[in-house]
């Protein structure tokens, strides 16, 4: 069982559509913010959102991405630094998104 799956079995399809319908918007500003934090070489406020991404980081379900965050909050800069990092970074971060936006559309049917 996924992480959301156990999710909606502990709280229930209504109150897991609540849960997600409200965390998406806040997961979407950070992403924002992070990505920005990295191409203004803002080390310690890209840190600090990828350390809050990685809180919800069960709802995001990608390993690379969590990889990913990991090396930001350690502030490895040699490795974030890069623009092929921040570019991998992004599309990891909007693929889990529209994983995350679907699953909530799907399980939203289902009640």
Same mark, same amino acid.
């Not at 959301?4 to 399809?13: M, P």
């Not at 990608?62 to 974030?80: G, M, N």
């Given at each position: 069982?996924?992480?959301?799956?156990?999710?909606?079995?502990?709280?229930?399809? $209504?109150?897991?559509?609540?849960?997600?319908?409200?965390?998406?918007?806040?997961?979407? *500003?950070? +992403?924002?913010?992070? *990505? $920005?934090?990295?191409?203004?070489?803002?080390?310690?406020?890209?840190? +600090?959102?990828?350390?809050?991404?990685?809180?919800?980081?069960?709802?995001?379900?990608?390993?690379?991405?969590?990889?990913?965050? *990991?090396?930001? $909050?350690?502030?490895?800069?040699?490795?974030?630094?890069?623009?092929?990092? *921040?570019?991998?970074?992004?599309? $990891?971060?909007?693929?889990?998104?529209?994983?995350?936006?679907?699953?909530?559309?799907?399980?939203?049917?289902?009640?």
């Amino acid at each position: 069982m996924s992480e959301l799956e156990t999710i909606v079995a502990t709280l229930g399809v $209504e109150k897991s559509v609540n849960l997600f319908h409200s965390i998406l918007p806040l997961i979407q *500003i950070r +992403r924002y913010e992070l *990505i $920005e934090c990295l191409h203004s070489q803002d080390w310690q406020g890209a840190a +600090r959102y990828a350390h809050n991404l990685l809180a919800t980081g069960h709802l995001l379900a990608s390993k690379t991405l969590l990889d990913q965050l *990991i090396l930001i $909050e350690k502030a490895e800069i040699p490795s974030i630094q890069t623009p092929e990092f *921040i570019q991998q970074l992004s599309a $990891e971060l909007d693929t889990s998104l529209q994983q995350l936006t679907h699953y909530s559309k799907t399980i939203k049917t289902k009640r």
